[in-house]
């Protein structure tokens, strides 16, 4: 899980290729209308910041893991949605623009969140105060990783239209052949730690991959928000910087046990992910927007 060719090359730049991708199909007006109407904003971040850890914490208890790993699954919950989530929910029909801002301000708000709830997870689990220290630089990073590819593809759909829409038709399905490869990058990097770590922490990991993803699909339904709306809730609540917590874990808190299952959900929710964006574009479009 150390630093290699693949996450701090090959990621970076394949989720630039992503991001522009979807900046091609955006528009400024799609995050005036978000930011107009702020209901959806306000239930997704409520829904990260609020509802996943206190579900992160009791399922830590039923699997009754040992220390490390529930303060691992604690700083996995606290972290914000990944790069990735845009992704998944722009093949599943959501609302990305939705997607982006939740990205954008809830990074931010980790600087604040994420060392609250690590702190208190290693007071409770290893009776130790720890002094967390926000990840300002991972937070910049994830910031260029997102914003300026999305900033740039949104200039080339607004200065040239004709430009931006053929440039989609090579990017799209450029980006998921990208994704697909990252996915099988993984899964080959992270083998031996999934073997061995595949009955301990394998199960309580898809527990809250599952949870996530449905509550936060359940939640935006049940305060009425359009479909759209919701599923970009779902994957921005089920689908973690994973990079951020192994990062966290590693350079910050120098315990690589705590990394383990971030190292886990990130293979998960690839899978997971896939599954529902394929069920979800299964399913017409034209479906009443009441839950």
Not at 2 to 30: C, E, K, S
Not at 129 to 135: F, G, I, K, L, Q
Request: charged residues 10%; contains cysteine; glycine residues 6%.
């Amino acid at each position: 899980m150390q630093a290699n060719l693949i996450t701090t090359v090959l990621l970076p730049l394949a989720l630039g290729i992503i991001m522009f991708g979807l900046g091609l199909h955006l528009r400024l007006a799609d995050f005036a209308r978000v930011l107009k109407m702020p209901k959806p904003v306000l239930i997704g971040l409520l829904t990260q910041m609020v509802v996943l850890p206190p579900i992160a914490f009791v399922l830590a208890l039923a699997f009754a893991l040992p220390a490390p790993l529930a303060i691992g699954l604690m700083l996995l919950a606290a972290s914000p949605g990944g790069a990735t989530a845009n992704v998944f929910s722009h093949f599943a029909r959501g609302d990305v623009a939705l997607n982006i801002t939740l990205t954008a301000i809830n990074s931010l708000a980790v600087l604040l969140t994420l060392p609250l709830v690590v702190s208190w997870s290693m007071r409770y689990f290893l009776g130790t105060d720890a002094y967390v220290a926000p990840p300002t630089q991972k937070v910049l990073e994830v910031g260029l990783v997102i914003l300026v590819p999305v900033a740039f593809g949104m200039l080339v759909r607004a200065q040239t239209p004709r430009a931006a829409d053929r440039l989609e038709r090579i990017v799209k399905p450029l980006s998921l052949l990208i994704l697909l490869a990252l996915i099988a990058l993984s899964v080959i990097k992270e083998w031996a730690l999934i073997v061995a770590n595949a009955l301990n922490v394998g199960a309580v990991c898809l527990a809250l991959n599952l949870l996530s993803l449905g509550i936060g699909y359940g939640i935006a339904r049940a305060c009425r928000l359009a479909r759209a709306q919701a599923i970009a809730i779902a994957f921005e609540v089920g689908i973690h910087n994973s990079t951020l917590a192994i990062f966290i874990a590693l350079n910050v808190l120098n315990m690589p046990a705590l990394s383990i299952p971030a190292a886990i959900y990130s293979l998960i929710m690839y899978v997971t992910a896939g599954i529902v964006v394929w069920r979800l574009r299964a399913k017409p479009m034209g479906v009443p927007e009441s839950p």
